[in-house]
């Protein structure tokens, strides 16, 4: 009995480590534009963050659209959004997300990107990480004026 026991906790123990991080994501939802764009951003706090690697964003646009993304531009202050744990559920995100997001300027990553109408598209986004430099380093993908409606979901992972 005691075997087994011990066998159960050093197993409990074993599932509470995860060195692979904590996995997170976010969302605008459904956003109806009318002859307007939107914003969704990703944000290092100014103190305390963890390095984010960003995993996938899934973008959708009811018509054609074009999507673009920087880096590293001014701090977004509006409109706060939600950031939810995925399983194994891990301690509150210190990351910030911000849907209709007011960041500007940055670096451009890559060129403009024309999205299919009606269609998800699903953007690989590993390989790029926010350090943990506690310099609020953010990441922004911009959908540009449309009369419709987008939905930005991204998935990250913090260490």
């Known amino acids: 009995m005691k075997r087994i026991l011990c066998a159960a906790l050093f197993a409990l123990c074993l599932m509470g480590q995860n060195s ?3 996995r ?4 605008t939802g459904n956003v109806s534009l009318t002859s307007q764009g939107t914003s969704f951003t990703i944000q290092q706090p100014s103190s305390g963050g963890k390095a984010v690697h960003l995993e ?11 999507l673009t993304q920087l ?3 001014t ?16 301690p509150t995100s210190p990351t ?11 670096t451009a990553a890559g060129g403009a990107l024309v999205l299919t109408a009606g269609v998800a598209q ?4 590993t390989g790029i990480t926010l350090p943990a430099t506690n310099s609020g380093t953010n990441y922004t993908f911009t959908i540009s004026s449309i009369t419709g409606t987008v939905n930005i ?3 990250w992972r913090e260490q």
Do not use: R
Request: hydrophobic share 40%; net charge neutral; charged share 0%.
């Open 20 to 22: 692979g991080g904590f």
């Open 24 to 27: 997170y994501s976010a969302t």
């Open 56 to 66: 996938a964003a899934v973008i959708y646009c009811s018509v054609a659209c074009t």
């Open 71 to 73: 880096q590293n531009g």
């Open 75 to 90: 701090a977004a202050t509006a409109t706060a959004g939600t950031v939810n744990p995925l399983l194994p559920f891990g």
């Open 96 to 106: 910030t997300v911000w849907t209709a997001s007011n960041a500007s300027g940055g």
């Open 122 to 125: 699903t953007l690989n986004m």
């Open 153 to 155: 979901t991204l998935y």
